[in-house]
């Protein structure tokens, strides 16, 4: 099963989360994989630690719109490893029974991470393994191909005031 | 601050919980009072319990909706006691960062709490401390007064397929 969170507004990440822990309530093994945000950088990842059952990895610490000075192929690189470790994890025999996609949706509308490609590898999942990408500018194949989407659109957002993100909420 | 995350698709009650971990991440006190849901059908619930700086309450666990037997006017006292528990929370000395009122916007929504009285209470809010309210058709006038409002939007859903809530996914 393929789900997706996209849209403009605040929740993707965190509703992803959520999920990760009504999952982890009931017993499933999850996974985590995540790009663009570094290892310390989110409250959340001081919490995933403590978390039995859950395996997080993280690539493509640094994206470009916020570290311009890193090159676009050293990202797509980067990308590419937390593609071949997502095909690691769906051939392995431990089995995970849900594997979030953090931010695949913008390293697929930035043009660093091929489509295809994460069709190929996510077809390989085997049934019964929920899988879970979040990120704004979803292509519209995978929402296509998606089971279940949910856009996360902003109706308000303090930093509209210039409210500037806050620890503790926003990261 | 005042944050509802409201609309018809899935994701709205997961991003509270999302929330709750990214806030607990950075040793924030959180607060959940819960409508609607049963202290132990959901399997976030029992993640909850084993989290520090967390409280959770539950009450008027079930809704006419599920359960016609149920009477109104018992619900209206479960969401009147509900919201006593919320204005001793705001009250107290040992300040909470993060309250989050899961399904407030149903109460409100289906008659069940009255939408002055919630006004008054979240009104008793310190300053800096964080209310989330969720549930789908938040009111006009909530909406109006707070500070970040996402709404969750169904683009697709399994139900539409007739596929039934899966255990580890919707609850």
């Known amino acids: 099963m393929l789900y997706i969170y996209t ?24 996974c985590i994989i995540q790009l663009f945000k570094g290892k310390e950088f989110y409250g959340e ?7 039995r059952g859950l395996d997080f990895y993280s690539f493509a610490p640094k994206h470009p719109f916020c570290f311009p000075k890193i090159k676009k192929s050293a990202v ?26 953090e931010e695949f949706n913008i390293a697929v509308r930035d043009g660093f991470m ?5 069709i190929k590898t996510i077809s390989l999942a085997p049934d019964n393994t929920y899988i879970l990408i979040t990120g704004r500018g979803a292509s519209k ?18 930093y509209r005031k210039g409210i500037r993100a806050i620890k503790g909420v926003e990261y």
Chains 1, 2 share one sequence.
């Open 45 to 51: 990842q001081k919490m995933f630690k403590k978390l």
């Open 114 to 118: 091929n489509l295809r490609e994460l």
């Open 141 to 158: 194949e995978l929402i296509e191909k998606a089971d279940l989407v949910t856009e996360m659109k902003e109706i308000k957002h303090p």
């Open 7 to 30: 849209g403009n507004g605040k929740g993707k990440t965190t509703a992803a989360i959520g999920q990760v822990m009504r999952s982890l309530g009931r017993g499933w093994r999850v």
């Open 76 to 101: 797509q690189a980067q990308c590419r490893q937390a593609l071949i470790k997502l095909e690691k994890i769906l051939k392995s025999k431990k089995r995970r029974n849900l594997i979030v996609l």
